[in-house]
């Protein structure tokens, strides 16, 4: 609670070992404050939070199992990329020789071998978000959690996270990942869970969720001439523009095709993640 406000509101979720599982919703549907109560830093009011089979992530014995790379990037500007990742290695209990090896394995991960002393000030914005995901790293956590991971990045860079988040997940870590972009939940999570209002409205496969609140594929037909359909087909016809929502594209198609109808443009529009999340949250624009 904030407030008046009731920013997670009985939300409750299972993440299995490793899994990339998305968590997606609006501006302030509650998503970053789920992540804040995951790593132990905000108490929730009620319910519990079990990481590998322990409560309470404000522990450090818990704490140690979990990367968090926040939306806000969380390093220090003034320091090299080396120098950030070996401050936050010591403070997960990393010292001599085995935080060399991590550090040396983080930089490499983030891609900052020939950068690895220059100050985080002079690095993009690229590779401020790969030394973020790297910071998150270099203790080796089994769990990953990942708010906005990509925000601000060239696609060279977005690319590449995506590979190391996949390469991540083929290792057997556990992630947690939150964005605004669809495609991203698309390909890189196991499962997905949509939450507005801090309340979970689904959860599933992105297939699954398609499969039951995507709605049906949008055919769009425009025609030479204004062609003769037959009475019992179903759509909206004006002059020589055909559109239909049905669940059988591939019929309706042969269907206009025999009406000897000739076609200009088809445009086939399939149910995807972001017309789930639309139709599951409406459009309406959300600025706070």
């Known amino acids: 609670m904030y407030g008046d406000l009731t920013a997670v509101d009985n939300l409750s979720f299972t993440v299995q070992d490793s899994e990339t599982f998305g968590l997606l919703g609006p501006n302030g549907a509650g998503k970053t404050t789920t992540i804040n109560m995951l790593v ?13 089979n ?20 969380a390093l220090y500007e003034d320091l090299t ?18 935080l060399k090896e991590r550090v040396n394995w983080a930089v490499k991960v983030a891609r900052l071998e020939d950068r690895r002393t220059d100050q985080a000030k002079k690095y993009s914005g690229g590779m401020k978000r790969r030394l973020n ?15 906005e991971p990509t925000v601000g990045v060239d696609p060279q860079s977005r690319n590449f996270i995506f590979e190391t988040i996949e390469k991540l997940r083929e290792e057997g870590r556990t992630i947690i990942y939150t964005t605004h972009y669809m495609e991203e939940a698309e390909r ?27 709605g049906h594929t949008q055919i769009t037909v425009d025609f030479a001439t204004s062609p003769k359909l037959p009475t019992n087909l179903e ?3 004006d002059g020589t523009h055909f ?20 076609f200009h443009q088809v445009k086939i529009e399939r149910p995807d993640l972001e017309r789930v999340f639309l139709n599951l949250t409406g459009r309406s624009l959300r600025d706070q």
């Open 40 to 52: 132990g830093v905000l108490e929730p009011d009620s319910g519990q939070i079990t990481v590998n």
């Open 54 to 73: 322990t409560t309470d992530p404000s522990q450090t014995q818990v704490r140690m199992q979990i990367g968090n790379a926040p939306q806000a990037l």
């Open 81 to 98: 990329g080396e120098e950030n990742l070996a401050f936050f290695g010591r403070l997960y209990g990393l010292s001599g020789a085995r």
């Open 133 to 147: 995901l790297a910071i998150a790293l270099v203790h080796d956590p089994p769990v990953l959690l990942l708010d």
């Open 188 to 214: 890189l999570c196991d499962r997905v869970a949509i939450i507005d209002h801090g309340q979970l409205l689904a959860i599933g496969t992105v297939d699954e969720l398609i499969e039951k609140f995507g």
């Open 235 to 237: 759509g909206s016809l």
């Open 243 to 262: 559109s239909m929502a049905t669940p059988k594209p591939l019929e309706v198609l042969n269907t206009l095709a025999n009406s000897k109808g000739k």
